[in-house]
Structures are given as structure tokens and as C-alpha cells.
């Protein structure tokens, strides 16, 4: 595998399930984001790691809960969640520092609450 | 803070015809700019990027971009667009972040079709 993997790249789930998002880098970078994309909006950033620590949380709602075990893995789990949380929520990774900004970005895992 | 304007949602062009997309920008210092494109069902990739020096930016698939600061613009063109061209393309701004990282932030982005 190379670049930044997500699993699933589709999920359906009811309002009262469990369920986590998954992501995989393999670029040897230490800082991973997630980012909603609803349409008609912009992208939204809604989490930051960097070397595992979170560093930034954008007012995203607890339902969401974002998990970081080492710099290669991000993942974020879900419950109880809304119908208006159906989106494609996507991963990215970039180097901590000196990587200048530029993000990497998965393909997306689209999200369908029932 | 910092934000992204993209005023042109959807554009259309011929193939082989010149594309300029259009892009500004608020921030308060030197900006990090980005375009990112994403085709469907996709991820977004990065098609070129500013962070000091030259105004002109090359990019990949024969994309440029120019950094003007007066204008706080930073407008994408091709001189001849090709039908894989079609996508979605995505301008931001980005911010290194004070714990680590970088913050970027988007603009609603513009849908492209090419019309044979």
C-alpha cells in the first residue's frame, strides 16, 4: 500500500449504531487530520494530531470520537449519530513540520446515516 | 482568520480552450496557497503550491498558478484543457498550527466540464 488508505470507503449505519472510521498512512509523516466534506460546503477540518497528540478540535459535535495509537494510524468512531452527519469524510497526513503544509489525502470513506 | 473565496461554483469550457480558475484569499501574513483537485469518488490531490519566491508556480498536468499579492489572488490556468480535466478544484490557504501541523482551510471549490 502507498500514500494514505481509508476503510471503509462506503458505510451506511443507523442512528443508534457503533461504528469507527479507519486510516493508514505510509508516507512516514506524524501529523493526521480529519476532514468532513458535505456538498455545497467546504471542507471542514475537524481534527489534528501531531506525533499522536490531538492539537486541534473545531467544535466537532462528542459523537464524534477521533483516535490517534501511533503516527500511522487515525481513526474516528462514531455513535448515536445524525442523519445531517452523512458526508465524505476524509483523511489526510502531512509532516509535522517542514512537509511546508502540504496535506495527503485519502480517497474518502462516504458516510450514509439512516 | 483566514478564508478562501472561489466566486465561480460551476465552469464550463471546450476541449483545447484556455482555463483560468479563480481564487482569493484573506490572511494576514505571507500565505501558504494550494490547489487541490478531486475527481469523483476521489481524494483531493495536490496540483501545485506557493510559499514564497517566484509568483509563477508550476504544477502537475500542465497546470499553473500566479500569486499576486495586490489582489490577494491566486488564479489557476492551463492553456488548453483536456476532457480528463473535468473535476472538482479546490483553492486553500494554509497556517502551521501552534502544536504542530498545519491548518488549511478551503474554499467551496469549482466544478469543471469539458465539453467535447
Known amino acids: 500500500e502507498t500514500g494514505v488508505t481509508q476503510t471503509p470507503r462506503h458505510l451506511v449505519m443507523g442512528m443508534t449504531n457503533k461504528k469507527s472510521l479507519k486510516c493508514e498512512q505510509h508516507l512516514g509523516h506524524n501529523a493526521m487530520y480529519w476532514y468532513k466534506q458535505s456538498a455545497k460546503k467546504p471542507l471542514e477540518l475537524m481534527f489534528v494530531y501531531s506525533l499522536e497528540e490531538r492539537v486541534e478540535n473545531n467544535s466537532v459535535p462528542s459523537r464524534f470520537s477521533p483516535e490517534c495509537p501511533n503516527s500511522s494510524h487515525l481513526f474516528l468512531h462514531l455513535h448515536t449519530l445524525q442523519p445531517e452527519d452523512s458526508a465524505l469524510y476524509l483523511c489526510a497526513s502531512s509532516q509535522e513540520r517542514g512537509g511546508l503544509g502540504e496535506q495527503f489525502f485519502g480517497p474518502g470513506t462516504r458516510l450514509t446515516v439512516l | 482568520a483566514q478564508s478562501v473565496t472561489q466566486p465561480d461554483i460551476h465552469i464550463t469550457v471546450s476541449e483545447g480552450a484556455s482555463l483560468e480558475l479563480r481564487c482569493n484569499y484573506s490572511?494576514?501574513?505571507?500565505?501558504?496557497l494550494f490547489w487541490y483537485v478531486q475527481s469523483p469518488g476521489q481524494g483531493l490531490q495536490l496540483l501545485l503550491k506557493y510559499f514564497s519566491g517566484d509568483t509563477l508556480v508550476q504544477g502537475i498536468k500542465g497546470f499553473e498558478a500566479e500569486f499576486k499579492r495586490s489582489q490577494s489572488s491566486f488564479n489557476l490556468r492551463k492553456p488548453s484543457v483536456h476532457w480528463s480535466d473535468a473535476a472538482e478544484y479546490f483553492c486553500a490557504v494554509g497556517a502551521e498550527l501552534t502544536g504542530g501541523g498545519n491548518k488549511l482551510t478551503f474554499g467551496t471549490g469549482t466544478q469543471l466540464k469539458v465539453e467535447l
Open positions: 490572511y494576514g501574513a505571507t500565505p501558504y
